[in-house]
């Protein structure tokens, strides 16, 4: 019997077919039979390969050239991005391709959904059968699942990929140490929140772009066409889908298969409809990332979506921070989680991310804004004014200027007293928009007021916000601020910048938590009220381009808290005022482009200074003698100083220095044909522009400075004949040096 059974087996072996070598090179038969079995294997995996995919070749490559590189052990890849940019596309194909070239492999999919569905333990159960290729795997519990995970995968080169992570449990639990796979394996982790990666320590976190114009208009096509090209007739309405999906994969395929094979007609209806409605496969994709966020999280990205978007991350910090929220640890967690951006330090999501948010702040109330938390459109204002319909929901209203018809801007005037039933309004943000008397019935609750353009002299009598954080009236016809004494015990920064008519500030008596003052470019300002001495509190103020201004109020010696002070520009300056000696803490004066003719003595107090700018002070004549008390100061800046003609013996001695800028036409002469900076060892930048003013200069001592190069234009001193940088040891290098110069010491750089 057992005979027989071997003769089948042997005859069936004979009638297989195979390849002769004949006098083949033995590696090119071998690379002939994987191809073949590459072929046999592939149609296996048709799910992503078959489909039309668009812009992703680089991606793949990069990520695979990175595993090679990695030599052999464990690595760990974390594809992170907002929903729909094709994280798990691009995992899928990575997977199809090279899965068959590890000893097992594992694609778990959407484990965010599985999760809810069911228990990790299943999960861990899906990881073994699957690299193993067995179908029946008891495990008892999780922690069972983690063993039997480090036992059984150990020795393996493995493939695994976890889509749509959203929780750290689930990558502790499935692929938690490195060691539990064998070496070469690789771990693909596909999620939007970035943290999650830093948190598991992986090797590599790519994040996919969205698509050009080029491949996004390919892949709409594809789909909406079955062509990589538009129909005729629809190029123009191809494009404006392309500009409304900006680039986001999940938006052109799915817009793109729901114009398909509809009218031009059908086309444009949809587009108008987009912009009201947003189509529920987007975003209900992209709402997930926002589902997972805590209240406040969610707080912060809809006001962020609503008005926010496209200011500096600092600016939004502020305003977030007065509306009560913990703004750092949210903007970082929003960052984490793909849902804003972070480009040349401004805030930015995606286009239809901040649509998503907004749609989710018009379905608080469809029909009725009145009853939503944000308002962010000018119609909708004017809407709940002449509809009365005004109530406690509204939490923040950011208005750009208004472009509607000018009757219909007559109504802001008309019906101002919607603004009384807003009891929960904490953020008034309005560019440029004429509501004579709205500031008359505003919230007692407001924090923030920012209002540009604001078009009345001053402020009602009525308006006494408790809450008031921050006044920032910007461009506005502002006279005076107010009469009298107003009491806003909780208000730290008043802003009037570029309000042209401002004639005085206001008695700021009432006001005992006040931080900061900017006032610049008040053209018309002529006076600053005593009161400002009193102001224990006050950290800057900022007058830069107060030309009208003549003198300063005393400086008291109450003014402990000031740190930086700008008269930049004001013209008409002429004197300072005495710094009185508990003034200790500030740290930048800024004097330049005023007329002053000298520096009070009493700047020695000031020893935290840091920054001192007397650029352009073209009557200043000297400096004070005791310079050299200002022990803190870095930066010293007198470029064209035309009347300075000598500097204090002791300038010379501030070794403390980092940046010394003496350029502009004869600001010193210099005596006995020499110039000794030597031994200022915190100088890193000395400016000598127009240099001409050190024509006569023979000797220049630079040594032991941290100077990294010198100005080019000392090129200009045509009597130089020594230079000395010995001990410069961050010098990289010298510009073009005057033929003049027999002698340099460069020991030691």
Known sequence: MKIEKWRDALRELANIAGWHLHDRPEADFIQNIVEVILRELSSKFSSITKKHLVGIDSSVEELITSYLDFGGKVFVIGICGMGGLGKTTLARVIYEKFSNDFEGSSFIANIREASEKQSLLQLQKQLLAQTLGERNIDIWDVYDGVDMIKKMLHWKRVLVVLDDVNQFDQLEKLVGEYGWFGGGSCIIITTRDEHLLLQHEVHKIYKPNTLNVHDALKLFCLKAFKNEQPGKGYVRLSEKVISYAKGLPLALVTLGSFLFGR???EWQSALHNLKKNPKSEIFDILKLSYDGLEKMWKDIFLDIACFLRGKTKDQVIEILEIRGFDARIGISVLLNKSLLILENKTLWMHDLLQEMGREIVRRESYEEPGKRSRLWLCKDLLHIMTKDTATEAIQAIGLASFDGDPEEAQSFEEYYEAFSKMFNLRLLMIDDLHIPNGLNHVSNSLRHLMWNGFSSKCLPSSFQPKELVKLELHSSNIEYLWKGVKYLDKLKSIDLSDSKFLIRTPDFSGLPKLERIYL???HNLVEIHPSIGQL???????LESCQSLTNLPSMSTEMESLTILNLSD????????EFKGIMKSLSELSLNKTTVEKLPSSIECLTALTSLNLGDCQNLECLPSNMDSLRSLEELLLPGCLKLSALPEN???MKWLKKLDLSGPGIIRVSQNELNLGGM????????NCIGFLSTLKYLTLSGNS???LPASISQLSKLEALDLSNCFKLQSLPELP??????NAEGC
Do not use: E
């Open 263 to 265: 009218t031009t007609d």
């Open 681 to 688: 060892f915190r100088l890193q930048r000395i400016g000598l």
């Open 536 to 542: 224990r509190r006050l950290v800057v103020l900022d």
């Open 570 to 577: 004001c013209i008409n300056i002429t004197n300072i005022p």
């Open 707 to 709: 100077l990294v190069t």
């Open 739 to 744: 033929s003049t110069v027999r002698y340099i």
């Open 520 to 522: 610049i470019g008040c």
């Open 651 to 653: 300038v010379w001695k």
